[in-house]
């Protein structure tokens, strides 16, 4: 075989490239460029066509704000894709759909692997991380007492012995971090939500009583933190199941990490607001 015909390690022959294998290795390319920004995207893959233009395989990607890469190149179907794609990051629901007769695309929602920070080692770090690693989230947890960050009571988790803060300002926090805060007292409940609330963050959870949450909150919108982003902190947090113990609150946090992650904020106060009473709560849940 002349060198010019041999093939390498990519299965791609010398001195020649397909170009549906080149547009299939920008569309990878695009996609690991996506993951690293921590945006959350489409990507629509068609699985069966009598369209020999658009054969099976071909990827598109539709970005949060309606813009579509890789179309199709044909208008008609490129915006039904377009529509279908921002419906399904709308619902974060993955699906199948016929988008014409003899064409059919999984859309498919793509996003970085979900983080979540824990701080606060005590008696519900410990079910909520072995919980949160079940679901499929990286568990970081912090706490100052070596004692309690042990990485022996949290399994498959990066367990760091550290001050909060100093911890926190060498964490990379980004819209795939998800931050609850457990801590042992309202002041490092305090110094740990300063360090977080500059950052875009998918969520941001904070324990307590009704009291010690309005004094922290308070507090924080003294030191120029706008309502607006205090009001995105879920507090008290959990989903309100009328839990008691550690492992009951730990499945309350669980339950509404998932529910975030899955459905969004906004719908995730909905669900939160639907259970509880809201003249007892003004729309906060006064316990876990």
């Known amino acids: 075989m002349s060198s010019s015909a041999a093939s390498n390690n990519l299965g791609i022959t010398s001195g020649s490239i397909d170009p549906f294998k080149k547009i299939k290795m920008d569309i990878i390319s695009r996609v690991n460029d996506l993951l690293d920004s921590a945006n959350d995207f489409c990507l629509a893959t068609v699985i069966s066509s009598v369209n020999e233009k658009l054969p099976s395989g071909n990827k598109s990607i539709i970005l949060g704000d309606g813009s579509l890469e890789n179309g199709t190149g044909i208008k008609d179907l490129d ?12 619902e974060k629901k993955k699906r199948i759909i016929e988008v014409k007769e003899g064409i059919t695309i999984f859309f498919d929602i793509i996003g970085r692997q979900a983080n979540l920070i824990i701080c606060g080692a005590g008696h519900i770090g410990v079910p909520l991380a ?30 760091i012995a550290n001050d909060f803060i100093e911890t926190l300002q060498g964490i990379t926090i980004d819209k795939s971090t998800y931050v609850v ?20 963050t998918a969520y941001v959870g904070l ?13 924080l919108s003294q030191q120029g933190f706008s309502d ?4 995105d902190v879920f507090s008290p ?5 009328g839990a008691e113990t550690p492992e009951e609150i730990a499945l309350a946090i669980a339950a509404e990490l998932v529910t975030v992650r899955r459905l969004g904020s906004e719908r995730t106060r909905s669900l939160r607001n639907s259970i509880l009473i809201p003249e007892e709560t003004n729309g906060r849940q006064s316990t876990v």
């Not at 805060?181 to 875009?200: F, M, S, Y």
């Not at 307590?208 to 507090?219: A, C, F, K, N, T």
């Not at 607006?228 to 009001?231: D, Y």
């Not at 947090?237 to 199941?241: C, K, L």
Request: proline share 5%.
């Open 79 to 90: 915006d039904l894709i377009t529509g279908f794609g921002q419906q399904v990051l709308d």
């Open 130 to 159: 072995k919980y949160a690693v079940s679901l499929g989230f990286v568990v970081t947890v912090i706490d100052d007492r070596p004692d309690f960050a042990n990485p022996d009571r949290f399994e498959h988790c990066n367990v």
């Open 181 to 200: 805060l457990i801590t042992r007292g309202h002041e490092h409940d305090k110094d740990c939500l300063a360090q977080v609330l500059p950052c875009e």
């Open 207 to 219: 324990i307590g009583s009704r009291r010690r949450i309005r004094l922290v909150l308070e507090q």
């Open 228 to 231: 607006e982003r205090l009001f």
């Open 237 to 241: 947090i959990g989903i309100p199941i």
